[in-house]
T-cell receptor
């Protein structure tokens, strides 16, 4: 099946530093990747849609200068949390759509737990 | 505005019985629906999906029913097994030339009692 990996699986950083999270589709090509954020006991909230070779589309209320997304290849998208603050602590999950898939099934990575001290 | 709703935050079912998880939506433009299973600190795992042109889709122990007039879908798991204990999210999307994004419900925590 379609496998998506994320790295790192967890990260602890100091306030004011930047953190980069990688999302890779391991056995398929993905023109579109998505980044979600999940707060404890809440639903997944879409942050942005990332298309290979173009700028990401951010959801309303998501600061694009704070959450930098780069989709450099058909198998890799990165999310950089810039100048992280404690309120950015959350569980970040990426997903990917199979290239040319006729359905909307997204395959999710295992998530990255970010803790900002 | 919660376009996809799962009104039951939790559900407990005896092992071997049927688990029924419900989901309601308000956006009539949604044309594809999915169910995901999620364990703590992990990403969601795709379970089953259904297109709006169908009213039922079955895959092993999992069956999804769609009632478009009621804007309601449900996931049936039978027989329920202890490994089914997890949080289940329903999700919906609108076809947008490959740029579809999923709108998730708030999830239902299913506990299977041995």
């Amino acid at each position: 099946g379609a496998v998506v990996s994320q790295h790192p699986s967890w990260v602890i950083c100091k306030s004011g530093t930047s953190v980069k999270i990688e999302c890779r589709s391991l056995d398929f090509q993905a023109t579109t990747m998505f980044w979600y954020r999940q707060f404890p006991k809440q639903s997944l909230m879409l942050m942005a849609t990332s298309n290979e070779g173009s700028k990401a589309t951010y959801e309303q209320g998501v600061e694009k200068d704070k959450f930098l997304i780069n989709h450099a290849s058909l198998t890799l998208s990165t999310l950089t949390v810039t100048s992280a603050h404690p309120e950015d602590s959350s569980f970040y999950i990426c997903s990917a759509k199979v290239l040319l898939a006729v359905t909307d099934t997204q395959y999710f990575g295992p998530g990255t737990r970010l803790t900002v001290l | 505005d919660q376009q996809v709703k799962q009104n039951s935050p939790s559900l407990s079912v005896q092992e071997g019985r049927i688990s029924i998880l419900n989901c309601d939506y308000t956006n009539s433009m949604f044309d594809y629906f999915l169910w995901y299973k999620k364990y703590p600190a992990e990403g969601p795992t795709f379970l089953i999906s259904i297109s709006s042109i169908k009213d039922k889709n079955e895959d092993g122990r999992f069956t999804v029913f769609l009632n478009k007039s009621a804007k309601h879908l449900s996931l049936h798991i039978v027989p329920s097994q202890p490994g089914d204990s997890a949080v289940y999210f329903c999700a919906a999307s609108v076809y947008n030339f490959g740029n579809e994004k999923l709108t998730f419900g708030t999830g239902t925590r299913l506990t299977i009692i041995p």
